[in-house]
T-cell receptor, first 110, second 112 residues
Framework: GQQLNQSPQSMFIQEGEDVSMNCTSS?????WLWYKQDPGEGPVLLIALYKAGELTSNGRLTAQFGITRKDSFLNISASIPSDVGIYFCAGQLSSDKLIFGTGTRLQVFP | SQTIHQWPATLVQPVGSPLSLECTVE??????LYWYRQAAGRGLQLLFYSVGIGQISSEVPQNLSASRPQDRQFILSSKKLLLSDSGFYLC???????????FGSGTRLTVV
């Protein structure tokens, strides 16, 4: 099935560093979402973006809905060990179907 | 509040055996329901989705089938499991467009 291009595929960073990941698509979306999946668990919604250009924060997380509606980025500031997991972007059309990114695996070292 | 239940959490089954994974949603009506598979911590592959009782759409040809006997119940089945059916199976629901999906905690299936 269709997937969004998400990069980087994996990141290995030191605790306290900032993290940035992004997602691009050839299609326009009405909504961009960012999920985090802890090991052995289902993905959990972190941030939802509904308007082109929108910048939204959730604690140390900040995400933006690209102006072209074809991309989005997620930043994590001052990473901590519990930030470890797989981060997925997802684009949603008006049909309700979500298209997921390929995921970014984040490892944080103390 | 809405909750989604998925069971079992882990399952080890021999090749050729049948499979039945169940997902139920509470606290909402007429949800859209989804089954995803995730191989070895990789991406999410949509297997089936349902917009109502008895309505199932399949995204990829495979050894699995899905059924929705009740509004808030979604079942993933197989008559004969293959080794390639191993993976992490996730159920999800949604009720409003543009609000994303809520996922269950997943079932890790190992076919031996």
């Amino acid at each position: 099935g269709q997937q969004l291009n998400q990069s980087p595929q994996s990141m290995f960073i030191q605790e306290g560093e900032d993290v940035s990941m992004n997602c691009t698509s050839s299609s326009i979306f009405n909504t961009w979402l960012w999920y985090k999946q802890d090991p052995g668990e289902g993905p959990v919604l972190l941030i939802a973006l509904y308007k082109a250009g929108e910048l939204t924060s959730n604690g140390r997380l900040t995400a933006q809905f690209g102006i072209t509606r074809k991309d989005s980025f997620l930043n994590i500031s001052a990473s901590i060990p519990s930030d470890v997991g797989i981060y997925f972007c997802a684009g949603q059309l008006s049909s309700d179907k979500l298209i997921f990114g390929t995921g970014t695996r984040l490892q944080v070292f103390p | 509040s809405q909750t989604i239940h998925q069971w079992p959490a882990t399952l080890v089954q021999p090749v050729g055996s049948p499979l039945s994974l169940e997902c139920t949603v509470e606290g909402t009506s007429n949800p859209n329901l989804y089954w995803y598979r995730q191989a070895a911590g990789r991406g999410l592959q949509l297997l089936f989705y349902s917009v109502g009782i008895g309505q199932i759409s399949s995204e990829v040809p495979q050894n699995l089938s899905a059924s929705r006997p009740q509004d808030r119940q979604f079942i993933l089945s197989s008559k004969k499991l293959l080794l390639s059916d191993s993976g992490f199976y996730l159920c999800a629901w949604s009720v409003l467009q543009n609000y994303g999906y809520t996922f269950g905690s997943g079932t890790r299936l190992t076919v031996v």
